[in-house]
């Protein structure tokens, strides 16, 4: 039966793609349509992130469509934190062996692409999703000038934050919805390699520069290259509306980042040209009605605070395969029970994102901060399946769902508050009762 | 200068209609695009409310414009609440001489429409707003078959909950859009005049059968019927789902109303042949792009349970009035100071009306409700200036803005908390010290 089911997925980014090459393994028809032109033959539009972060739960999704090593060739390793304050300080994200992976967003998206053709999914280019009709499982879409319609067994919204196919469902009866922004907005800028052809930081982490209320990050590229964000208020007394010369622009970097400023020779020209992008979440349910889905951004966008937007997605695919394999891909089962079962974790993921922003710009640099990361990382050593730092749940274990992780986190972040008002913890946090800590959670 | 300028409306309902008046007496040209037919001369569709309460702060919009005597001609004073229970129980809402408006949505709406076209407003019915471009202050909008583009000086967009305006300008960056729905539906139905031609129930009451989870309620028409209205949960043990059969429906109402089932001879056909609606809470900003504006529901719709949402939109109206006064019509001031001054106000009545619904359906029979009350009166009748109960505030104020009484009302509740909680309170409470009471304000 599942070899005459026809379904489309409206978007060809990485969800997208990914989730094509799962549907066409399974038997499907897949008919993927996007809306820009194949970024294979065309340069990536600006005001979207270079590089991204994949972790254990985007590299799981990977894995069992057979892809995970051959895209780990190209990430970079990134083992920790790299602190920019009055020195450099490193910070690990995990134990020996853990770490993130720079991975660039183009490059993933073209191997899903091609893998996904390979499939036997069928893409088509600059067709823009105008209309959904859920009743008929219907999309009405737009190619240069001609507009047609057309219709599945299922469709599936896997077309970003701003996803036409959620527009549409939005118009429904009863759609429960909320799209909200923070006060931040993000420009990338660029740390070009150095002249003798080499990364002009240590290539194997994340670079922050924790400003309090701003920041700016870097991540590695393969080209020995970093791209920079600057993570800045819209307005207020230090902002990206104060910042509208190329003089404001070179004062604001000298004050706050001094050892930036040296490896950045286009600067300048830089924040001139790039855009200034915003920051949405974007929450909502149901995912879906009568035969289309919502997934990835489309059903659940966050901030990229921590590196878990494209690493959500991934994982989307992955429990939507395996919902398929339970329920034998009777479809009627698998809709409901994907958004009842993923929904939790989208709003325990969109919380997280936005706590480790504070956690980022404001927190990284404090004795209190490190002292309890240090805390941590020795109940972590002494009782590795008791206490999980909340880190670790999220970025390197891959089968703790997000609001697990959520809930673990913040009982282990009242135990902790305790523990760091035991008198003179600093010098004697060696000698702690970690039994009765652990103990407590 | 502002005899040339010309001003779009969308939507030609109640709050249009009435600001197509204030604009068009200022001196404006204005233009009222409307998706429905002229409702003077097509029947009005169904799925919404047949009947409104109009109070004093929506009397105050339509007496700015000379028109609150001849609507309160056809409107029927509602003095307090008749509480259905055991017996049938009077609330008053207020001293003597306060009271709210029973109006028929459609006679209002005809009336507005007519003093809007007597004042020089243009109105263009069957046109569908499909999209804005803010940036050129343009509508593109479809009339049968045609579509036409057309720009402005300024766009309103009064176009209710389901605002296509809003909907194109949730598509500009960083608007912040919440759209919630509460568990409960609602349906409409009738209780006709007696054989001998006469109302049924009590005339100048608000009728309200409470039942905690779910409640009916009835409000008294000029023809001598009552339209009721059904709010009830769409799942769950009593709910909509539960009543899919005449018999369930029968034996739903007689076993929950059974007063009110002799008075509706046609219960079971109405409950048929009624849609099911939905309730929803629109919360977003800004309210404005460039120059235009959403207003009345397109920028704060809410739930009926305080009778306040029309009464809203009229106070936008003449806010809007007094500071194209204030900034001898500046729009470019007048736009950015309505959000501001009047969004604090909209999120307030949003939170009052869902607040009103476990009032009206679960409180309002309780001796502990009755005595609160009863006390709140007193302190009302010692210090009128000092103690102003919240439904007053709310209500029969025209001049208090809703976060202002929300404000008040939380310490009123926090104090009357403390109240209650005095030993046999039900007995000695003519004992009260009322002067320290209202001290604690």
Known sequence: MRHQHHIAIVGAGLVGSLLAIYLARRGYRVSVFERRPDMRKHLIEGGRS???????RG???LSEVGLAAMLKKNAIPMHGRMIHDD??????????????NSVSRGGLNTVLLTEAEKAGAEFFFEHRCLHVDFQKTGLTLQHHQAVQHKTFDVII???GAFSAVRLAMQQTDRFELRQSYIEHGYKELRIPPSDSGDFQLEPNALHIWPRKSFMLIALPNPDKSFTCTLFLPFEGAESFKKLKKPE????????HFPDAVPLMPALAEDFRDNPTGSLVTI?????HRHSTLLIGDAAHAIVPFYGQGMNAGFEDC?????????YDDNWKHVLPEFEKLRKPDADAIAQLALDNFV???DRVADDDFLLRKKIEARLHDLYPDRWIPLYTMVTFCDDLPYAYALEVGQKQQAIMDEVMRTPGIARTWEQLDFQSIVSRL
């Open 50 to 56: 270079i590089n991204l972060a994949l972790s254990n």
């Open 59 to 61: 590299i799981r999704a």
């Open 87 to 100: 020195k450099q300080v490193f910070q690990p994200y995990g134990k020996d062996g853990q770490y993130i």
């Open 157 to 159: 919204g896997a077309d």
């Open 248 to 255: 404001d622009v070179k004062a604001f970097f000298s004050q």
């Open 283 to 287: 929450q909502c349910f149901p995912w």
């Open 318 to 326: 992955r429990i939507l395969n395996d919902l398929l394999n339970q």
């Open 359 to 361: 956690e980022m710009r």
